[in-house]
C-alpha cells in the first residue's frame, strides 16, 4: 500500500447518507450531513476501510463574555489529508466528495520520518487536552502558554503590559483569574487580572 497527501475543501460537505452521524447538542442528539471537508473526506475514506488521517487540533480559546476558555476543535493542517490506499481501491478513494483527484504519493522513508512522528504527537496533545476537557478543570483551559505577552485592557493595571504565567483560581474566586507577571517600578510582581481584561499581543 502507498501513503498519499491528499488536499480537500475546507469547506462544508454534504456526506452520503450512510455516513450521517449523531452528535449531543446539549439535552438533545442532531444528525449531522454536513462536515468540514477535512474530516468528511477522512470519514469517507475511513469507511472504504483506509487509514485516513486528518488531525484535528483541539486549542482553549475565550469566546465573547466568557471568563473561561472552552475547547475549539479545527483541523491541525487545514485542506490536507493523509491516507495510505491500496491500488485496486485507489479509483474509488479519489471519488470522495470533497477530495481533489490528484494526490500526491509520500514515499515510505518520509511517512516514517515526519508522518507517523507527527501523527503521533497530535494524538498525545488531543490525549491531553481530552482529559481536562474530561475533568473539567477550567483553569486548565487556557488560551495562553506561559510567557505570553498581554495588554491589561481594564482594571487597576489599564494600559500595561504582562508576562502571562498561569490560569489559578483560590477558593474565593467566582471563575479562574489570570496571574501574571509585571514591572512594577523595578523587578517585576506577580498580578491577578480577570481574563475579561486582557487581550493577546500578535
Known amino acids: 500500500m502507498t501513503w498519499y497527501l491528499g488536499i480537500t475543501t475546507t469547506k462544508k460537505v454534504t456526506l452520503p447518507r450512510h455516513l450521517h452521524f449523531e452528535v449531543d447538542a446539549g439535552e438533545k442528539r442532531e ?8 474530516f468528511a473526506v477522512e470519514r469517507q475514506l475511513r469507511a472504504l476501510g483506509l487509514q485516513a488521517f486528518a488531525p484535528r487540533k483541539i486549542e482553549f480559546k475565550r469566546q465573547g463574555k466568557k471568563r473561561h476558555a472552552e475547547p475549539v476543535t479545527s483541523a491541525y493542517l487545514p485542506g490536507y489529508i ?22 500526491m504519493m509520500v514515499s515510505g522513508q518520509e511517512v516514517r520520518k515526519h508522518v507517523q512522528p507527527f501523527l ?12 481536562i ?10 488560551q495562553f502558554e506561559p510567557g505570553t505577552a498581554l495588554e491589561v ?7 500595561r503590559m504582562v508576562s502571562f504565567t498561569r490560569m489559578v483560581r483560590a477558593a474565593h474566586d467566582l471563575h479562574p ?10 523587578p517585576s510582581v506577580k498580578v491577578k487580572i480577570d481574563p475579561l481584561d486582557v487581550k493577546g499581543v500578535a
Do not use: H, W
Open 120 to 131: 503521533a504527537k497530535v494524538v498525545e496533545e488531543n490525549a491531553e487536552a481530552q482529559r
Open 31 to 38: 444528525t449531522v450531513t454536513q462536515e468540514r471537508g477535512e
Open 177 to 186: 483569574m489570570i496571574e501574571a507577571r509585571a514591572q512594577m517600578f523595578g
Open 153 to 159: 485592557l481594564a482594571g487597576p493595571f489599564a494600559d
Open 82 to 103: 493523509f491516507v495510505e490506499i491500496p491500488a485496486e481501491i485507489y479509483a474509488a478513494a479519489i471519488q470522495c466528495r470533497g477530495l481533489n483527484p490528484s494526490l
Open 133 to 142: 476537557i474530561e475533568s473539567r478543570d477550567k483553569a486548565a483551559m487556557c
